[in-house]
């Protein structure tokens, strides 16, 4: 089945829901890095929120970039998306392994760390970005990005996110936010949060099969939601090309490039995001060299 986003209202128009479905979108992400079971799961959540929210951007150009930068063994998390939304990630220790947590699951917030910050930003075409910044609560991210909604914001939201792995990798992956609009009413409110509490984890709602109109159904309590846009396909993709790294070695300096043409001759860089290499002959790290002094002199 494709991974999806789909958009709905429920309560006539009072609420807002997102939910995800990114069980391909992981498992390929998984792949790449090579991830352990627990570093699945984190990373899978911070890819399904970037996921998420960037496939509220309104413009193509758009970029969300989120860092996190826990205490915790697995050090720092970049997710990158645009609108469409394409995603990629890059952990700095892919194989953490920890026991698993009083629950009897994978130690997610251990990994993660519950001391550091979210931050998360939005390139939208204006002057300066948009930089949102907000501590870690729990490290488990979907408590820490309802805190981000929050304190950073200023929207209250209900955040779910879950990784469900076995021993044949990614069995399912999912998330959804629910945000109230200013005329929801107390009630309509308290009915969600019960709803919430009732269903459970939404890792184990699609693993069941159960479609997002449904899971958007269980988790409002509202049997009439209304589906607002269901084109959306998150995907894992890098979008790197050897161009954008030549670019990236001419901000090295004259300097740094001469060294690195007289001592190795060559070049070989590696994507962070999608473990691609790229190599560069000493010929085509001259002629970087060569434009790069252009681009100063003019």
């Excluded at 729990?138 to 209250?156: L, R």
């Excluded at 999608?274 to 060299?289: G, W």
């Amino acid at each position: 089945m494709k991974d999806q986003i789909i958009k709905f209202l429920a309560y006539n128009g009072k609420i807002s829901v997102i939910c995800a479905s990114t069980t391909n979108l992981v498992e390929r992400a998984r792949k790449i890095h090579d991830l352990s079971p627990l570093t699945t799961a984190a990373l899978g959540r911070v890819l399904t929120i970037t996921a998420l929210m960037g496939s509220e951007m309104k413009s193509k150009t758009d970029k969300l970039t989120i860092q996190i930068k826990g205490n915790g063994e697995i050090g720092k998390i970049v997710a990158v998306s645009d609108n469409y939304p394409h995603v990629k990630a890059c952990i700095a220790n892919p194989r953490v392994e920890l026991p698993l947590n009083e629950f009897g699951k994978l130690d997610v917030g251990g990994a993660v760390g519950n001391k550091g910050f979210i931050n998360v930003i939005k390139d939208i075409g204006l002057k300066e970005p948009y930089i949102g910044i907000s501590p870690l609560v729990s490290g488990e991210i979907a408590e820490d990005f309802a805190n981000y909604f929050q304190t950073s914001e200023q929207k209250q939201t209900a955040v779910a996110l879950g990784v469900l792995v076995d021993k044949n990798g990614v069995r399912s992956s999912g998330g959804y936010i629910i945000s109230p609009m200013p005329d929801a009413t107390e009630e309509e409110i308290s009915t969600i949060e019960q709803s919430i509490f009732k269903v459970g984890a939404i890792s184990k709602m699609l693993d069941e099969k159960l479609s997002l109109k449904e899971i958007a159904q269980k988790i409002t309590g509202d049997k009439d939601v209304k589906v607002i846009d269901a084109s959306i396909e998150p995907v894992y993709e890098c979008g790197c090309n050897k161009e954008k790294f030549a670019e990236g070695l001419s901000t090295l300096g004259e300097k740094q490039l001469s060294q690195l043409i007289e001592e190795d001759q060559k070049a070989e860089i590696r994507c962070q995001f999608c473990n691609k290499i790229y190599n560069f002959s000493k010929e085509e790290l001259e002629k970087i060299r060569e434009k790069s002094k252009k681009k100063r002199s003019n």
